[in-house]
Each structure stands twice: as C-alpha cells, then as structure tokens.
C-alpha cells in the first residue's frame, strides 16, 4: 500500500471503509484534518528539533523535516552586535548555534555593544 493510501485511508475515522470522501461525508464520517494536510503535502516540517521529532513519533510513516525556530539572527541583531559577532564569532551569520559561544565573551564587551 502507498504512503498516499494509507494516510488517506487513515484520514476518515469510521467504522467501515468508504470509497471517496464524498460518501464518507453523507455518512457522518469524522475527518482528521491532520492526516489529510500530510497525505496532501510534499513537504513536511517541524518548527523546532523537537518539534520534528515529536512528529516523527507521531506519524512514523511520514519524512518529517525540522528547522529549529526559524530565526534569521543576522535580521535581528543591532548593527554593534554584528560588528561584535564578526570580531569575536566568525561563523555567526551562517550557523545560529555558533551563537552560544556569545556567552564566553568578555562582559565588557557585550555591556559596550548593548548600550550604543
């Protein structure tokens, strides 16, 4: 059975099978609008790594992708922290997690870069 037959088939929740969703309407069948969205979708995300994992778990027959929050840091960041980043963390603009190391740099730094 094909990943499409089975979530569509998994989409109607009633006790018998009906052949087109059209009949499983008329019959009070319940539809389960998440089932639908993945068997209608090509592409399939989580919005944080955790979120794609639970997702996984969840529908272990469906590719579920992940990007972890989303946050573009070099939209949001003030131009003195950029100019900071760029000294101190060089892999800033182009790998979020590098970002953890901003912890590890000197106070006085980040106290002079966040008051201009």
Known sequence: MSQFVFLYRNTLQAEQDFPDM????RAGASLNMTYLALSLSTY???VAKLHGE??????PQVPVESIT???HAVTWTSPAFKE???RCISSWREDNYSL???LGLPPA??????TL
């Open 100 to 102: 953890r190391s901003a």
């Open 69 to 71: 929050n989303g946050v």
């Open 54 to 59: 639970t997702s996984r778990k969840m529908f």
């Open 22 to 25: 059209q009949e499983a309407a």
């Open 84 to 86: 900071l980043f760029d």
């Open 109 to 114: 730094q980040r106290l002079t870069a966040g």
């Open 44 to 46: 399939v995300n989580g």
